[in-house]
Antibody
Framework: EVQLVESGGGLVQPGRSMKLSCAAS????????MAWVRQAPTKGLEWVAT????????YYRDSVKGRFTISRDNAKSTLYLQMNSLRSEDTATYYC??????????????WGQGVMVTVSS | DVVLTQTPPTLSATIGQSVSISCRSS???????????LNWLLQRPGQSPQLLIY???NLESGVPNRFSGSGSETDFTLKISGVEAEDLGVYYC?????????FGSGTKLEIK
């Protein structure tokens, strides 16, 4: 059974940092492109960042570039999102997702349960 | 950024009714490699999103075949042939042809 379990969320003050983790199991993590997608309260979905299976490439949305860092530890089957200089607009539920890129496709096929990050003083 | 416009924003259906959701893109989603990276997801109340359709018309494993996707270039449609109670939630289209990857604003399906 595929599982993506996020952790590390909570309440944080503006300007501070927080690191999210996502423990993966049930599929070959080391061969998988991974991503973070977030959802602000009562809002839609927003892609945040993507990392290649071998860590050679990372991609970010403009609003988090320079503040967020996506990383992974394939030995531990764990995905991370280091978030610095947090802003109120970063308040959201953050989902860890697996990106399926097989056979000319690109889609998020596995999703975690999500972890809430609240940025507020 | 590519803007995906979903219509209608809300949809009310009875059990067994067939419904369609439109997703229009501000740019063609046909990639230079010949593929079209347009997917559909469903987020049930209180749950994480789940994949329904990928690459316009391919049904994800385990998804009932009452769901179908069609379209090309800038116009795409998700059809539910015979709505069931478990289909309520918010439907999103998303594109991965152009960076950054973007989602539509969602269509909320309510059951009458």
């Amino acid at each position: 059974e595929v599982q993506l379990v996020e952790s590390g969320g909570g309440l944080v003050q503006p300007g501070r940092s927080m690191k999210l983790s996502c423990a993966a199991s049930g599929f070959t993590f080391s061969n998988s492109v991974m991503a973070w997608v977030r959802q602000a309260p009562t809002k839609g979905l927003e892609w945040v960042a993507t990392i290649s299976y071998d860590v050679s490439s990372t991609y970010y949305r403009d609003s988090v570039k320079g503040r967020f860092t996506i990383s992974r530890d394939n030995a531990k089957s764990t995905l991370y999102l280091q978030m610095n200089s947090l802003r109120s607009e970063d308040t959201a539920t953050y989902y860890c997702t697996r990106v399926n890129t097989y056979y000319g496709s690109y889609y998020f096929d596995y999703w975690g349960q999500g972890v809430m990050v609240t940025v507020s003083s | 950024d590519v803007v995906l416009t979903q219509t209608p924003p809300t949809l009310s259906a009875t059990i067994g009714q067939s419904v369609s959701i439109s997703c229009r893109s501000s740019q063609s989603l046909l990639d230079s490699d010949g593929d079209t990276y347009l997917n559909w997801l469903l987020q049930r109340p209180g749950q994480s999103p789940q994949l329904l359709i990928y690459s316009v018309s391919n049904l994800e494993s385990g998804v009932p075949n009452r769901f179908s996707g069609s379209g090309s270039e800038t116009d795409f449609t998700l059809k539910i042939s015979g709505v069931e109670a478990e289909d309520l939630g918010v439907y999103y289209c998303m594109q991965a042809t152009h960076a950054p990857l973007t989602f539509g604003s969602g269509t909320k399906l309510e059951i009458k």
